[in-house]
Nanobody, 118 residues
Framework: QVQLVESGGGLAQAGGSLRLSCAAS????????MGWHRQAPGKQRELVAA???????YYADSVIGRFTISRDNAKNTVYLQMNSLKSEDTAVYYC????????????WGQGTQVTVSS
């Protein structure tokens, strides 16, 4: 079992920055692939960025060059640094964990709101 708690959301101006954090407890954090997803009003949830146990990363095309995902296994925490924010980044951001050998993200945080004003 994995418990995830996000923090760091809030209001930012277009062009600004925010850093999201996700603290994990329960299972062996370092073995899980961790992902940040987001859901904007009226839209489907989408995977924004992910990082596997070896540090390999994935980014959605819309955030490449602006967002950076990282993890600190000693602190059981994954981060999402968001720079050059745009109004279209406004969404609820969710942290999720995918255990080894599993194709879906099994564990989800409660979400944190990010609002970017233009």
């Amino acid at each position: 079992q994995v418990q995830l708690v996000e923090s760091g959301g809030g209001l930012a101006q277009a062009g600004g920055s925010l850093r999201l954090s996700c603290a994990a407890s329960g299972s062996i954090f370092g073995r899980n692939t961790m992902g940040w997803h987001r859901q904007a009003p009226g839209k489907q949830r989408e995977l924004v960025a992910a990082i596997n146990s070896g540090g390999g990363t994935y980014y959605a095309d819309s955030v490449i060059g602006r967002f950076t995902i990282s993890r600190d296994n000693a602190k059981n925490t994954v981060y999402l640094q968001m720079n050059s924010l745009k109004s279209e980044d406004t969404a609820v951001y969710y942290c999720a964990a995918r255990p080894p050998g599993v194709t879906l993200y099994n564990y989800w945080g409660q979400g944190t709101q990010v609002t970017v004003s233009s």
